[in-house]
């Protein structure tokens, strides 16, 4: 008990003695400042700390690290692990770590890692009509997502958020703070950019911007039959057309397929005429029952449009759920009769959920374009990734697993021999530790196991998914 209070006095000192930046197991907000993001996985962290900047994080490490207490920092708190709030561990919350800048002759904004990706939509487009490429889902934070990747729907023109960042200010576990980039600290800035929970604390970004574009179209198409033949050949018409080396960068197509809808969603930077002479429906054998594409000119009122339909979605908000995550390579584009029988799965597999949804982004264009080896983030080769989500009412069961499990391992069938790879920022906690480091980091895992061996070899930042330090 004396450890702990010597702990929880260490904390309280990190923050300049605000009692309200610390929160114990036994104080009444304790359940309102763990929050879970997924509920099937209770966590229960040593302590919740919320401090003001860079300096208070690294006092806040020392504390952990002098306890022999592990660490995890949170954001935006949507880990499908709650990995930011692992039991036993200090809880290093972020959300007050929101300074902005944007230097308008570099046109690079600096950014705490404590903002949402909603106020960096705000914040950029607002500093000279700027952004960078990341998710859709404003509530999301920074500091997670620009350190695992960031897809969205500009990443086919530009790149993922990671590939925008030119510098990061980390907390590493003796408590020092140092810059990353390019020119300094090299190692650290390679493993920063894809696995950054594995090896410090990111407590501010530096992010190039592009100029946001002047007319934006964001579109749907709707198919409603229920046949398992109609659903699957919608299916072989998208994977058909996202594989054409054509495909304008412009362009982001997902295909979303849930029990009653197969819907092709997503944006086209460009205008109406550039838009109409893609064809979008010709690429489809049937006509889609319900269209709609609507011309935006203000970059920030679309990215409001987009984020509204994701928390419309019922797939965006805290529950009980299981998800799963494929890069598909292009050795494992599905054949047709492949297609068939993944739509057969999906039709008549037991799957125990009250909404399942699955998410097909099409990949590509500037992700391709950076080395698997620049950055961790080592997926750069995929023809497209699905991300992949089952919903319950209570605990996920065996049979919700196996469903989702199962139609990856469908997915996985065209190439056996292939790598598919998982996504660091979808993380499936119920997969093999070490199997589910290989599927996160592929060839670059042994390059992190050394940089984590000389940043952090007593693994004081840790999950029961992170690097581990091999030299």
């Known amino acids: 008990m004396q450890a702990v209070s010597a702990f929880a006095t260490c904390l309280l000192a990190s923050v300049g003695g605000n009692s309200s930046a610390v929160v114990l197991p036994s104080q009444a907000n304790y359940p309102n400042a763990v929050s879970p993001y997924n509920f099937d996985y209770p ?9 003001q900047n860079a300096q208070q994080v690294a006092a806040a490490v020392k504390c ?29 919350n972020l959300q007050n770590l929101q300074q902005f800048s944007m230097d308008e ?13 909603g106020s960096v939509t705000e914040l950029m487009y607002n500093a000279g009509g700027r952004h960078a490429p990341h998710g859709l889902t404003f509530t999301v934070g920074l500091g997670g997502h620009a350190t695992v990747g960031g897809l969205g729907v500009a990443s086919r023109q530009l790149g993922m958020t990671l590939d925008f960042v030119e510098e990061a200010e ?21 493993a920063v950019r894809g696995a950054a929970s594995s090896v410090g604390i990111v407590t501010e970004f530096k992010i190039r911007t592009a100029p946001a574009p002047p007319s934006i179209i964001a579109y749907t198409y709707v198919w409603t039959a229920p046949d398992v033949a109609s659903r699957a050949q919608v299916f072989k018409a998208w994977q058909a057309w996202i594989a054409d080396p054509a495909l304008p960068r412009e362009l982001t197509p997902t295909l979303t397929v849930t029990p009653s809808v197969i819907v092709l969603a997503g944006t086209y930077f460009g205008t109406q005429a550039e838009f109409d002479a893609v064809n979008i429906t010709g690429r489809f054998p ?21 984020s509204k339909q994701v928390d419309g979605s019922g797939t965006a908000s ?54 698997p080896t620049e950055t961790a983030m080592v997926h ?7 991300f992949s ?78 690097v581990r330090p091999r030299a």
């Open 286 to 306: 049937a006509a889609p029952q319900s269209t709609s594409a609507q011309v935006w000119t203000n970059f920030l009122e679309v990215s409001r449009f987009l």
């Open 170 to 190: 980390v907390v590493l576990a003796n408590s020092s703070i140092v810059r990353a980039s390019k020119t300094q600290n090299t190692d650290l800035f390679f």
């Open 380 to 386: 750069r080769d995929a023809s497209y990734v699905l």
């Open 105 to 117: 002759t570099t046109w690079t904004a600096t950014l705490g890692a404590g903002h949402r990706l």
């Open 318 to 371: 805290p529950a009980y759920f299981y998800a799963k995550s494929l890069f598909v390579p292009p050795q494992g584009i599905v054949p047709d009769d492949l297609a068939d029988v993944m739509f057969e799965y999906l039709a008549t597999a037991k799957n125990g959920t009250d909404l399942w949804a699955l998410n097909f982004e099409a990949l590509g264009g500037a992700v391709a374009e950076v080395s």
């Open 64 to 92: 952990a690290a002098d306890a022999g207490v592990k660490v995890q920092a949170k954001s935006g708190g949507h880990s499908y692990g709650n990995y930011g709030s692992t039991t036993g561990e200090l809880s290093v």
């Open 389 to 466: 989500y089952a919903r319950t009412t209570g605990k996920v069961s065996n049979t919700t697993v196996g469903f989702l499990d199962g139609l990856n391992e469908v997915l996985k069938s065209a190439s056996p021999s292939a790598y598919y790879g998982e996504y660091g920022g979808c993380v499936d906690p119920k997969e093999d530790n070490y199997e589910a480091r290989y599927n996160y980091y592929g060839q670059n895992l042994r390059r992190l196991e050394q940089v984590k061996a000389a940043v952090d070899p007593k693994d004081v930042f840790h999950n029961q998914q992170s």
């Open 43 to 51: 966590v229960k962290p040593a302590a919740v700390v919320y401090p």
